[in-house]
Nanobody, 124 residues
Framework: VQLQASGGGLVQAGGSLRLSCAAS????????MGWFRQAPGKEREFVAG????????IYSDSVKGRFTISRDNAKNTVYLQMNSLKPEDTAVYYC??????????????????WGQGTLVTVSS
C-alpha cells in the first residue's frame, strides 16, 4: 500500500490545520492507522492512532484535547485535525499503516507502511 500525506503548512500559534493521508489499495479498511511526527533534532514520536473500524482512537498526552484523528474507509483516507496549535507542534508529520488488525500501537516499529511526510510549521 502507498500512503500520501498532505495538508501541512505554516500557521500561527492558536490556529488549525487538517492533515490528510490517502492510501492506495483495497485493504485500507483493515489497517490500523497512525500519525507520527518528527521535529528537527528529535526522535519520531507517536501522535495519534485509530483502529481499522474507527471505533478506537488514542492520542499522545501532548496533543490530547487538541488533535482529532478520524478516517473515511470509503475514501481510503485518514485525517488529523489539529487545533490550538503550538510552536512545539512544529514537525514533519507522517501517516502510517499497521496491517495486523491488532490493538492500536503507539510504537513506530509496529507500522508496516509509511507516507512521505508533510511539514507543519507553527509560528509564535
Amino acid at each position: 500500500v502507498q500512503l500520501q500525506a498532505s495538508g501541512g503548512g505554516l500557521v500561527q500559534a492558536g490556529g488549525s490545520l487538517r492533515l490528510s493521508c490517502a492510501a492506495s489499495g483495497r485493504t485500507f479498511s483493515t489497517y490500523t492507522m497512525g500519525w507520527f511526527r518528527q521535529a528537527p533534532g528529535k526522535e519520531r514520536e507517536f501522535v495519534a492512532g485509530i483502529s481499522f473500524t474507527g471505533a478506537r482512537t488514542i492520542y499522545s498526552d501532548s496533543v490530547k484535547g487538541r488533535f482529532t484523528i478520524s478516517r473515511d474507509n470509503a475514501k481510503n483516507t485518514v485525517y488529523l485535525q489539529m487545533n490550538s496549535l503550538k510552536p512545539e507542534d512544529t514537525a514533519v508529520y507522517y501517516c502510517a499503516a499497521d496491517r495486523t488488525m491488532a490493538v492500536v500501537s503507539t510504537t513506530s516499529w509496529d507500522y508496516d507502511y509509511w507516507g512521505q511526510g508533510t511539514l507543519v510549521t507553527v509560528s509564535s
